[in-house]
């Protein structure tokens, strides 16, 4: 199973391979993605806390990639964080995400993005729920409901 200590190791060294990779120009992805979508995904941006469309949804399925559809998270890892932004215990796989460390805003965070398509999905911390203490926190905007 995942742990802080592992995320903070790919972090700062060398990400799992994924099993494939996705690579489109900035045209290609402003051609499939809403300007909200692109803004988040692939600019790095952050949606409004509370406005995002899975902030308070639990119903049963996968959540993907909005960008490239890898699933990445089961909503049986989904938990209620008060942050505003929809989050989970753990990836459906260890090498579905990314970690890159994010010293923006003059402080240090572990960035999560899509491991096959670069997509920004948010940044995960050491403060979740047990039995991974990790709290993978989500843009909507940056998930489809899969299944």
Not at 12 to 22: A, H, L, S, W, Y
Not at 65 to 83: H, I, Q, Y
Not at 119 to 132: E, I, N, R, W
């Amino acid at each position: 199973m995942l742990n802080w200590n592992t995320i903070l190791l790919f972090a700062k060294k060398t990400n799992p391979e994924p099993d494939r990779r996705v690579v489109k120009s900035d045209s290609e992805w402003k051609q499939q993605l809403t300007s909200e979508q692109f803004r988040v995904t692939r600019q790095h941006g952050t949606e409004r806390p509370f406005s995002g469309e899975y902030c308070t949804v639990y119903d049963p399925g996968i959540y993907g990639c909005v960008c490239c559809r890898t699933p990445l998270f089961d909503s049986n890892e989904k938990f209620e964080s008060g942050t505003g932004w929809p989050s989970f215990t753990l990836p459906l796989k260890d090498n579905v995400i990314k970690y890159i460390v994010d010293t923006s805003f003059g402080m240090t965070r572990v960035e999560t993005l899509c491991n096959v398509c670069d997509a920004h999905l948010g940044h995960v911390f050491p403060d979740g729920p047990q039995p991974s203490g990790l709290r993978y926190c989500m843009n909507s905007v940056s998930l489809v409901k899969l299944k």
